[in-house]
Protein backbone atom coordinates (compact mmCIF):
# COMPACT_ATOMS: atom_id res chain seq x y z
CA UNK A 1 0.00 0.00 0.00
CA UNK A 2 1.20 3.47 -0.89
CA UNK A 3 0.49 7.01 1.54
CA UNK A 4 0.14 9.73 -0.52
CA UNK A 5 2.57 12.65 0.56
CA UNK A 6 3.94 15.86 -0.90
CA UNK A 7 7.68 16.16 -0.50
CA UNK A 8 9.87 19.91 -0.67
CA UNK A 9 12.80 18.52 -2.96
CA UNK A 10 14.61 21.87 -3.22
CA UNK A 11 17.59 20.77 -0.93
CA UNK A 12 17.20 17.11 -1.32
CA UNK A 13 20.06 15.84 -3.89
CA UNK A 14 18.19 13.17 -6.72
CA UNK A 15 19.96 10.80 -9.12
CA UNK A 16 18.59 9.01 -12.06
CA UNK A 17 20.12 5.90 -13.35
CA UNK A 18 19.38 4.99 -16.78
CA UNK A 19 19.73 7.38 -20.07
CA UNK A 20 16.16 5.92 -22.22
CA UNK A 21 12.89 6.76 -22.09
CA UNK A 22 11.49 5.97 -18.92
CA UNK A 23 14.59 8.07 -17.30
CA UNK A 24 14.37 11.36 -19.76
CA UNK A 25 10.46 11.12 -18.90
CA UNK A 26 11.18 11.02 -14.86
CA UNK A 27 14.09 13.91 -15.45
CA UNK A 28 11.78 16.07 -17.52
CA UNK A 29 9.42 15.56 -14.52
CA UNK A 30 11.63 16.76 -11.75
CA UNK A 31 13.11 19.45 -13.78
CA UNK A 32 9.14 20.75 -14.33
CA UNK A 33 9.13 21.18 -10.54
CA UNK A 34 11.81 23.10 -10.74
CA UNK A 35 15.18 20.32 -9.70
CA UNK A 36 18.11 19.27 -11.90
CA UNK A 37 18.80 15.99 -11.07
CA UNK A 38 21.80 13.86 -11.17
CA UNK A 39 21.85 11.32 -14.16
CA UNK A 40 23.81 8.33 -14.71
CA UNK A 41 24.39 6.21 -18.13
CA UNK A 42 26.89 4.95 -20.44
CA UNK A 43 24.36 5.80 -23.27
CA UNK A 44 21.66 8.69 -23.97
CA UNK A 45 18.77 8.72 -26.23
CA UNK A 46 19.11 12.05 -28.17
CA UNK A 47 16.31 13.88 -26.60
CA UNK A 48 18.78 14.24 -23.26
CA UNK A 49 20.31 16.74 -25.47
CA UNK A 50 17.54 19.51 -24.69
CA UNK A 51 17.61 18.90 -21.44
CA UNK A 52 21.52 18.87 -21.27
CA UNK A 53 22.29 21.91 -19.93
CA UNK A 54 19.23 21.69 -16.87
CA UNK A 55 20.75 18.39 -15.85
CA UNK A 56 24.00 17.16 -14.04
CA UNK A 57 25.00 14.16 -16.53
CA UNK A 58 27.64 11.63 -15.80
CA UNK A 59 28.58 9.30 -18.36
CA UNK A 60 29.26 6.01 -16.67
CA UNK A 61 27.77 3.15 -15.50
CA UNK A 62 26.27 2.84 -12.19
CA UNK A 63 28.41 2.44 -9.32
CA UNK A 64 27.11 3.03 -5.37
CA UNK A 65 29.52 6.16 -5.01
CA UNK A 66 27.09 7.77 -7.08
CA UNK A 67 24.46 7.30 -5.22
CA UNK A 68 26.37 8.56 -1.40
CA UNK A 69 24.86 11.97 -1.40
CA UNK A 70 21.42 11.20 -2.73
CA UNK A 71 18.19 11.08 -0.91
CA UNK A 72 15.70 10.59 -3.48
CA UNK A 73 16.63 7.84 -6.47
CA UNK A 74 15.36 6.28 -9.54
CA UNK A 75 16.81 2.92 -10.96
CA UNK A 76 15.44 3.35 -14.45
CA UNK A 77 18.24 0.99 -16.56
CA UNK A 78 16.73 -1.92 -18.97
CA UNK A 79 18.92 -3.96 -16.67
CA UNK A 80 16.84 -5.75 -14.14
CA UNK A 81 19.71 -7.05 -12.34
CA UNK A 82 21.56 -3.01 -12.07
CA UNK A 83 17.60 -1.99 -10.90
CA UNK A 84 17.51 -4.82 -8.03
CA UNK A 85 21.09 -3.54 -7.06
CA UNK A 86 20.45 -0.25 -6.59
CA UNK A 87 16.57 -0.56 -5.43
CA UNK A 88 18.34 -3.10 -2.27
CA UNK A 89 21.32 -0.72 -1.70
CA UNK A 90 18.98 2.32 -1.32
CA UNK A 91 16.55 0.76 1.27
CA UNK A 92 19.39 -0.57 3.37
CA UNK A 93 20.46 2.69 3.38
CA UNK A 94 17.65 4.66 4.11
CA UNK A 95 16.69 6.51 1.01
CA UNK A 96 13.39 6.84 -0.87
CA UNK A 97 13.60 5.04 -4.08
CA UNK A 98 11.55 3.70 -7.55
CA UNK A 99 12.87 1.09 -8.86
CA UNK A 100 10.92 1.50 -12.46
CA UNK A 101 10.39 -2.16 -13.15
CA UNK A 102 10.15 -3.74 -9.83
CA UNK A 103 6.90 -1.72 -7.84
CA UNK A 104 8.18 -4.24 -4.27
CA UNK A 105 11.21 -3.12 -4.29
CA UNK A 106 10.15 0.74 -4.58
CA UNK A 107 9.39 2.29 -1.25
CA UNK A 108 7.65 5.04 -3.64
CA UNK A 109 6.67 5.69 -7.05
CA UNK A 110 5.54 8.16 -9.41
CA UNK A 111 2.39 9.05 -9.60
CA UNK A 112 0.53 10.90 -12.92
CA UNK A 113 -0.48 14.44 -11.69
CA UNK A 114 -2.53 17.63 -12.60
CA UNK A 115 -1.12 20.53 -11.53
CA UNK A 116 -2.43 24.10 -11.68
CA UNK A 117 -0.34 26.59 -9.93
CA UNK A 118 -0.36 25.31 -6.50
CA UNK A 119 -3.36 22.63 -7.24
CA UNK A 120 -1.81 19.71 -7.20
CA UNK A 121 -4.23 16.46 -8.03
CA UNK A 122 -2.30 13.23 -8.16
CA UNK A 123 -3.52 9.93 -9.67
CA UNK A 124 -1.77 6.65 -8.82
CA UNK A 125 -3.37 2.92 -9.50
CA UNK A 126 -0.63 1.13 -7.15
CA UNK A 127 1.30 -0.10 -10.04
CA UNK A 128 -1.77 -1.85 -11.48
CA UNK A 129 -2.55 0.20 -14.64
CA UNK A 130 -0.23 3.40 -15.72
CA UNK A 131 -2.56 3.28 -18.70
CA UNK A 132 -5.48 4.31 -16.55
CA UNK A 133 -3.53 6.98 -14.52
CA UNK A 134 -2.68 8.73 -17.51
CA UNK A 135 -6.33 8.61 -18.43
CA UNK A 136 -7.71 10.20 -15.35
CA UNK A 137 -5.48 12.86 -15.53
CA UNK A 138 -6.51 14.02 -19.43
CA UNK A 139 -10.30 13.75 -17.88
CA UNK A 140 -8.94 16.20 -15.24
CA UNK A 141 -7.21 18.06 -17.50
CA UNK A 142 -10.46 19.19 -18.90
CA UNK A 143 -12.22 19.42 -15.67
CA UNK A 144 -9.76 21.71 -13.42
CA UNK A 145 -7.95 23.96 -16.16
CA UNK A 146 -5.82 26.61 -16.48
CA UNK A 147 -7.87 29.16 -14.48
CA UNK A 148 -7.48 27.42 -11.54
CA UNK A 149 -3.92 28.66 -10.84
CA UNK A 150 -6.00 31.68 -10.23
CA UNK A 151 -8.57 30.21 -8.65
CA UNK A 152 -6.14 28.48 -6.02
CA UNK A 153 -4.34 31.89 -5.64
CA UNK A 154 -7.36 33.87 -4.92
CA UNK A 155 -8.82 31.23 -2.30
CA UNK A 156 -5.12 31.58 -1.05
CA UNK A 157 -5.34 34.92 -0.38
CA UNK A 158 -8.62 35.86 0.89
CA UNK A 159 -8.29 32.71 3.61
CA UNK A 160 -5.49 34.60 4.95
CA UNK A 161 -8.02 37.61 5.13
CA UNK A 162 -10.56 36.00 6.70
CA UNK A 163 -8.14 34.77 9.39
CA UNK A 164 -6.90 38.04 10.16
CA UNK A 165 -10.58 39.77 10.00
CA UNK A 166 -12.27 37.10 12.48
CA UNK A 167 -11.24 35.89 15.58
CA UNK A 168 -13.98 33.94 15.67
CA UNK A 169 -13.39 29.82 15.09
CA UNK A 170 -16.79 28.78 13.85
CA UNK A 171 -17.47 32.25 11.94
CA UNK A 172 -14.39 32.40 10.26
CA UNK A 173 -15.11 28.00 9.38
CA UNK A 174 -17.90 28.94 7.96
CA UNK A 175 -16.36 32.33 6.13
CA UNK A 176 -14.08 30.50 4.94
CA UNK A 177 -16.16 26.78 3.59
CA UNK A 178 -18.26 29.68 1.59
CA UNK A 179 -15.67 30.83 -0.31
CA UNK A 180 -15.52 27.75 -2.42
CA UNK A 181 -18.98 27.99 -3.47
CA UNK A 182 -17.85 31.69 -5.52
CA UNK A 183 -16.40 31.77 -8.93
CA UNK A 184 -13.34 33.31 -9.82
CA UNK A 185 -15.38 36.49 -10.98
CA UNK A 186 -17.07 36.43 -7.28
CA UNK A 187 -13.67 35.44 -5.55
CA UNK A 188 -11.69 38.91 -7.17
CA UNK A 189 -14.68 41.02 -6.38
CA UNK A 190 -14.58 39.58 -3.19
CA UNK A 191 -11.10 40.02 -2.93
CA UNK A 192 -11.48 43.94 -3.61
CA UNK A 193 -13.94 44.07 -0.51
CA UNK A 194 -11.62 42.82 1.60
CA UNK A 195 -8.66 45.04 0.33
CA UNK A 196 -10.98 48.17 0.75
C1 LIG B 1 4.76 1.34 -10.65
C2 LIG B 1 5.20 2.51 -11.51
C3 LIG B 1 6.58 2.85 -11.00
C4 LIG B 1 7.10 4.20 -11.41
O1 LIG B 1 7.72 4.28 -12.45
O2 LIG B 1 6.89 5.15 -10.63
C5 LIG B 1 5.23 2.17 -12.99
C6 LIG B 1 5.68 0.98 -13.52
C7 LIG B 1 5.59 0.54 -14.86
N1 LIG B 1 5.07 1.28 -15.89
C8 LIG B 1 5.06 0.51 -17.03
C9 LIG B 1 4.53 0.90 -18.29
C10 LIG B 1 4.01 2.15 -18.62
N2 LIG B 1 4.10 3.31 -17.86
C11 LIG B 1 3.46 4.31 -18.51
C12 LIG B 1 3.34 5.65 -18.04
C13 LIG B 1 3.55 6.10 -16.74
N3 LIG B 1 3.96 5.32 -15.69
C14 LIG B 1 3.90 6.02 -14.54
C15 LIG B 1 4.08 5.50 -13.27
C16 LIG B 1 4.35 4.20 -12.90
N4 LIG B 1 4.78 3.22 -13.73
C17 LIG B 1 4.27 3.74 -11.48
C18 LIG B 1 2.84 3.35 -11.09
C19 LIG B 1 1.80 4.41 -11.37
C20 LIG B 1 0.44 3.96 -11.00
O3 LIG B 1 0.28 3.44 -9.89
O4 LIG B 1 -0.51 4.12 -11.78
C21 LIG B 1 3.42 7.43 -14.77
C22 LIG B 1 2.05 7.60 -14.13
C23 LIG B 1 4.32 8.50 -14.18
C24 LIG B 1 5.73 8.57 -14.72
O5 LIG B 1 6.40 7.56 -14.91
O6 LIG B 1 6.12 9.71 -14.96
C25 LIG B 1 3.39 7.53 -16.34
C26 LIG B 1 2.15 8.22 -16.92
C27 LIG B 1 2.45 9.69 -17.03
C28 LIG B 1 1.26 10.49 -17.43
O7 LIG B 1 0.73 10.34 -18.54
O8 LIG B 1 0.89 11.35 -16.63
C29 LIG B 1 2.93 3.81 -19.73
C30 LIG B 1 2.05 4.62 -20.67
C31 LIG B 1 2.77 5.61 -21.48
O9 LIG B 1 3.99 5.52 -21.64
O10 LIG B 1 2.05 6.46 -21.99
C32 LIG B 1 3.30 2.46 -19.83
C33 LIG B 1 2.99 1.45 -20.96
C34 LIG B 1 1.56 0.94 -20.84
C35 LIG B 1 1.25 0.15 -19.57
O11 LIG B 1 1.97 -0.78 -19.24
O12 LIG B 1 0.22 0.48 -18.95
C36 LIG B 1 5.66 -0.75 -16.72
C37 LIG B 1 5.73 -1.91 -17.68
C38 LIG B 1 7.02 -1.97 -18.46
C39 LIG B 1 7.03 -3.23 -19.29
O13 LIG B 1 6.35 -3.25 -20.34
O14 LIG B 1 7.72 -4.17 -18.87
C40 LIG B 1 6.02 -0.70 -15.38
C41 LIG B 1 6.75 -1.76 -14.57
C42 LIG B 1 5.83 -2.69 -13.89
O15 LIG B 1 4.58 -2.69 -14.07
O16 LIG B 1 6.40 -3.50 -13.13
N1 LIG C 1 7.99 2.87 -14.76
C1 LIG C 1 7.60 3.13 -15.97
O1 LIG C 1 6.84 4.06 -16.19
C2 LIG C 1 8.06 2.25 -17.08
C3 LIG C 1 9.03 1.31 -16.85
N2 LIG C 1 9.52 0.55 -17.87
C4 LIG C 1 10.68 -0.28 -17.50
O2 LIG C 1 11.82 0.60 -17.51
C5 LIG C 1 12.96 -0.01 -18.11
C6 LIG C 1 13.73 1.04 -18.89
O3 LIG C 1 12.95 1.46 -19.99
P1 LIG C 1 13.51 2.42 -21.15
O4 LIG C 1 13.96 3.70 -20.56
O5 LIG C 1 12.48 2.48 -22.21
O6 LIG C 1 14.77 1.57 -21.64
P2 LIG C 1 15.91 1.95 -22.68
O7 LIG C 1 16.42 0.67 -23.23
O8 LIG C 1 15.44 3.03 -23.61
O9 LIG C 1 17.05 2.62 -21.79
C7 LIG C 1 17.79 1.94 -20.84
C8 LIG C 1 18.93 2.83 -20.39
O10 LIG C 1 19.59 2.22 -19.28
C9 LIG C 1 20.98 2.42 -19.44
N3 LIG C 1 21.75 1.42 -18.66
C10 LIG C 1 21.82 0.08 -18.85
N4 LIG C 1 22.65 -0.47 -17.94
C11 LIG C 1 23.13 0.53 -17.17
C12 LIG C 1 24.04 0.60 -16.08
N5 LIG C 1 24.62 -0.50 -15.59
N6 LIG C 1 24.30 1.81 -15.53
C13 LIG C 1 23.71 2.93 -16.00
N7 LIG C 1 22.83 2.93 -17.05
C14 LIG C 1 22.55 1.74 -17.63
C15 LIG C 1 21.24 2.32 -20.93
O11 LIG C 1 22.43 2.96 -21.27
C16 LIG C 1 20.00 3.05 -21.46
O12 LIG C 1 20.28 4.42 -21.54
C17 LIG C 1 12.39 -1.12 -18.99
O13 LIG C 1 13.24 -2.22 -18.91
C18 LIG C 1 11.00 -1.41 -18.45
O14 LIG C 1 11.02 -2.59 -17.67
C19 LIG C 1 9.06 0.73 -19.13
C20 LIG C 1 8.06 1.61 -19.43
C21 LIG C 1 7.48 2.44 -18.41
Same mark, same amino acid.
Given at each position: MLYPINIDISDIKITVIGGGEVAYRKCKNFLAFGK???VIS????NKFGELKDKLEIVNDEYKEEYLKDSFIVVAATNNKEVNRKIGIYCRENGKLVNVVDDIELSNF??????KRGDLLISISTGG???????K $???? +?? @???DDSYEEYIDTLGELRKEIIK???????????LKAL $???? +?? @????LKIEYQK
Open positions: TVKKDYITVPSYVKSPSLSS $IKKE +LE @EKYKYEDVSLRRKK $INLD +LA @ELRE
